[in-house]
């Protein structure tokens, strides 16, 4: 039996003319996510690693890329390592808004894709 793909989920929310847009890859021992603005694009990247479960503290984070948004890409890295147990990347990309300003809308699409553990993508065969 081979071993199960990556899972691709792909989550969107429309708000005052404004398309907030989610990619979520979730492999055994990862996620990635990218959030962004109007179109799928690679923004500012952080990388969250949870603590083993042995071991007292906060998840640590990094920044990988970028410096724009550093603040959301480094909260939600470090929200999905804690909630999901696997290390975290999370990119953030904003044309016209601030970090402040589509924080709650991205909130809103992380919940959504964390919680979305049935839907997957098809796969080509």
Known sequence: MEPERAKVV????QEKDIRFL?????AKNSIMIMLSEKEDKL???????PKPK?????????????????ISARMFAEL???KKGKIAMVSVYLETLTEMQAQSF?????DKLIKNEHQKEPTAI
Do not use: C, P
């Open 10 to 13: 792909k989550e969107e929310l």
């Open 22 to 26: 989610a990619v979520y890859v979730e």
């Open 43 to 49: 923004g500012t990247m952080a990388i969250a690693v």
């Open 54 to 70: 042995d071991f007292m503290g906060q998840v640590t984070s990094s920044v990988l890329l970028g410096d724009k948004n550093v």
């Open 80 to 82: 999905v390592a804690s």
């Open 106 to 110: 991205f909130m809103y699409l992380v």
